[in-house]
């Protein structure tokens, strides 16, 4: 791959997405159908992120950069934020995906993913394992409310290796008659 063909950074508007709440040289957009209440920005800048609170986003609470940070801290990518004057946010790098123990992958890098809304833009998201997500490819927590495992052995009709064609299967074994050296036809 080519420096040139490389996806260029996320543009300014590529992130501003959901619901704005100005502050003081900050606008945090919330993407409340990406949110799956990890809270790392109540925990991380309380006075900004009130949940009991309405508006629940106060950004005329703390300095801009202080906010950009625990907006940083969201691993949904339901968070994001634009400073005035200043660089949207940037991708990390390298690009990480992290699978969490039955829940969704985590992605942060310089990302495009297909949505059914068309390409999206994005530098942090949670993507569905489950299947059960109705806002794929993200997460939207179904996982937890149908007690989805990542763990274990899936059955051969759920990881899609249930067809008797060779090369279907996932976990690499052979149909006995294959084993036997018999073709099938």
Same mark, same amino acid.
């Given at each position: 791959?080519?420096?040139?063909?490389?996806?260029?950074?996320?543009?300014?508007?590529?992130?501003?997405?959901?619901?704005?709440?100005?502050g003081e040289g900050v606008t945090v957009y919330y993407e409340a159908t990406r949110c799956v209440h990890v809270a790392n920005c109540v925990r991380g800048l309380p006075a900004v992120f009130r949940?009991?609170?309405?508006?629940? *986003?106060?950004?005329?609470?703390?300095?801009?950069?202080? *906010?950009?940070a625990a907006v940083?801290?969201?691993?949904?990518?339901?968070?994001h934020y634009a400073l005035t004057g200043g660089a949207t946010e940037a991708p990390e790098v390298p690009t990480t995906v992290t699978a969490v123990t039955d829940g969704p992958l985590l992605l942060r890098g310089n990302l495009r993913l297909q949505t059914p809304e068309g390409e999206q833009r994005e530098v942090r998201a949670a993507l569905c394992r489950?299947?059960?997500?109705?806002?794929?490819?993200?997460?939207?927590?179904t996982h937890a409310k149908i007690a989805w495992k990542s763990a274990g052995e899936a059955s051969p009709s759920v990881r899609g290796d249930d067809h008797?064609?060779?090369?279907q299967r996932a976990d690499g074994a052979r149909e006995s008659s294959e084993k036997a050296g018999e073709e099938r036809v």
């Amino acid at each position: 791959m080519t420096h040139s063909s490389l996806p260029s950074d996320p543009q300014p508007g590529d992130l501003q997405r959901g619901k704005a709440y100005p502050g003081e040289g900050v606008t945090v957009y919330y993407e409340a159908t990406r949110c799956v209440h990890v809270a790392n920005c109540v925990r991380g800048l309380p006075a900004v992120f009130r949940p009991s609170e309405r508006p629940w *986003i106060q950004a005329w609470n703390a300095p801009a950069e202080q *906010i950009a940070a625990a907006v940083r801290s969201c691993p949904t990518g339901a968070l994001h934020y634009a400073l005035t004057g200043g660089a949207t946010e940037a991708p990390e790098v390298p690009t990480t995906v992290t699978a969490v123990t039955d829940g969704p992958l985590l992605l942060r890098g310089n990302l495009r993913l297909q949505t059914p809304e068309g390409e999206q833009r994005e530098v942090r998201a949670a993507l569905c394992r489950c299947g059960a997500s109705t806002h794929k490819p993200f997460c939207d927590g179904t996982h937890a409310k149908i007690a989805w495992k990542s763990a274990g052995e899936a059955s051969p009709s759920v990881r899609g290796d249930d067809h008797p064609e060779a090369g279907q299967r996932a976990d690499g074994a052979r149909e006995s008659s294959e084993k036997a050296g018999e073709e099938r036809v």
